[in-house]
């Protein structure tokens, strides 16, 4: 497997960067995970236009141009034969002696690699199990920052309670999102509910192009908060994230929703979802 960092193309077991990398040192620095099928990108302009916002939000300057960056990850899909997966990509302040604040000059390190997954051709018999956990995550969720902590707390427990994802819920009970995914559910009448974008929650890419599909087709949708109750009594519930499109909840902690089977609509969603990251995919 074939690596990137800071301008070099290398095997994965040597690509390395500093113990005084600022990632390593204070989870400062932000990411982006791209899927790949047919060994293209997916939705790439989007993830690009989130990589630049987060970066700005927190003053890392990243000299290179979008189209730069997609080039860097064309070619580090051509070097390793990558038809489906994923495409990782980091971005951190730098290397720099440690010290909470950072001199004017940093310059970030860049790093990227691949990893081998079936996204669009898995089978999706049985859909996830969701386990609920407090979001104990800070305010600004709205940065793809590379502070995962929380999300892997909650993620393990979820693996544990024998689930694939955890749903974050703050304390006014209200659901957040998943550990790795934007929460949904299909309300009785069919209407597609999930957050509105804000600091709470990541803007999913995924989510966006989803909205805009389910737009296209007429398909009912209400952008606001729902409570664990509200989803354990919904028709049906899915996740959506660049490593899973768009995946059915059969179960969130002991309840099954709806019949207990991957709904329909959530099934629907998912091909015209994959339709739509094949027709683009550049
Ligand atoms: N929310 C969180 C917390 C995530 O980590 C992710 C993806 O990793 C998402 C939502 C979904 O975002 P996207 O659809 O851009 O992958």
């Known amino acids: 497997r074939i690596a990137y ?56 300057k990243l000299h290179l141009s979008e189209e730069e960056i997609e080039n860097l990850q064309r070619k580090l899909i051509e070097k390793n034969k990558l038809k489906e997966g994923l495409v990782y990509l980091q971005v951190t302040r730098g290397t720099a002696d440690r010290d909470f604040t950072y001199p004017d000059d940093m310059k970030p390190n860049l790093t990227m690699f691949t990893q081998e997954k079936m996204v669009s051709n898995v089978a999706i018999k049985t859909g996830y199990a969701v386990k609920s956990v407090p979001d104990l995550r800070w305010t600004r969720r709205d940065i793809k920052s590379t502070c995962l902590l929380a999300q892997v707390l909650a993620k393990q427990i979820a693996k544990e309670a024998g689930c694939q994802e955890a749903w974050m819920v703050e304390d006014d009970g209200l659901v957040t999102e998943g550990g790795s995914s934007t929460a949904y559910i299909v309300t009785a009448d069919d209407k597609i509910i999930t957050r509105a974008n804000s600091q709470k929650t990541l803007p999913g890419c995924t989510r966006l192009a989803l909205l805009e599909l389910a737009t296209e087709e007429n398909l009912a949708i209400e952008e606001r908060p ?16 660049a490593s899973s499109f768009v995946m059915p909840v059969v179960r969130i902690d002991e309840k099954s929703i709806g019949n207990g089977e991957p709904g329909p609509l959530a099934m629907r969603l998912r091909e015209l979802y994959i339709d739509f990251a094949k027709r683009t995919a550049v």
């Open 5 to 60: 960092v800071n301008g070099a193309f290398l095997p994965a077991s040597e690509a390395s960067v500093s113990i005084f990398d600022r990632g390593y040192l204070f989870g400062d620095g932000i990411y982006e995970v791209a899927a790949v099928i047919d060994g293209k990108l997916v939705d790439s302009a989007s993830h690009l236009a989130r990589l630049k916002r987060s970066t700005g939000e927190i003053n890392i």
């Open 226 to 241: 729902f409570s664990l109750e509200e989803a354990f009594a919904a028709k049906e519930a899915f996740v959506t994230s």
